[in-house]
């Protein structure tokens, strides 16, 4: 492959990645074509793609990029997965496809510089919580104590008001009202 050549690729690769802040790096030698592109297309649907990549010409691309720390696992036949709304959404697709899929093998991940050597690692990311679930957390957390004095200000609130209307349904039948000892 020509010098040329090899830059139209390198530039390719970073515009193809360009704002891509995490991925998962696979090896999809062996998954024979049927396999591939219904994976790929599942994949698709769920706006995450898979690109086969020229280790040398991807390490180059990914030089000051987020990706950077994937070029260490850029050896043999290698594909990036990314896209989705994060990079644990893509661990999580890959790896519930991989369940059934033996010839896919993980090499690393990286979430925000952090990367995640091989299928444990991999996995491991794909347990973490996404962005949005995080936040959610987070926002139960904090509301979760206000709640607490809520229903404690409610509680006796909610039966002073259920004395005053059994007196009021008293007063109202003409019964007269004792005071218990």
Known sequence: MSKQIKQLVVREYQQRFDGVEGGVLVEIRGLDAGTNNRMRTTLVDKKIR???????????AFQGTPLEGLSKWLSGPSALVYGGS???EVAREIVALAKDKEALQFKAA??????????????ALSNYPTREEAQAKVITLVLSPARKVV???KGPAGRIGGILK??????E????IAAKA
């Open 86 to 88: 994060s990079v644990v």
């Open 151 to 153: 229903g404690a200000v």
């Open 110 to 123: 990286i979430l925000d510089g952090i990367t995640f050597e091989g299928k444990a690692g991999v996995e």
């Open 50 to 60: 898979v690109t086969v990549v020229k280790n040398t010409l991807a390490r180059k």
């Open 166 to 171: 059994e007196i009021q349904r008293k007063l």
């Open 173 to 176: 039948a003409g019964e007269t």
